[in-house]
């Protein structure tokens, strides 16, 4: 997966690097932002007491 993302990025090897840094930022942005905040209050961690 990680080599056909690197095949399709234009530039050399110097802008592939940085669109891939982007790319990962982006992909970090996301989750941190949308992905995880929309999971949180369906995971059962709040309920902390032993039956």
């Known amino acids: 997966m990680y080599g056909w993302i690197w095949r399709h990025l234009p530039g050399g090897t110097a802008l592939k690097t940085a ?4 790319l990962v930022a982006v ?3 996301l989750l941190l ?3 995880f905040p929309w999971v949180e209050p369906r995971l059962p961690f709040n309920e902390v007491t032993v039956d």
Request: charged share 0%.
């Open 27 to 29: 992909v970090v942005a």
């Open 33 to 35: 932002f949308v992905v």
């Open 19 to 22: 669109q891939a840094l982007v």
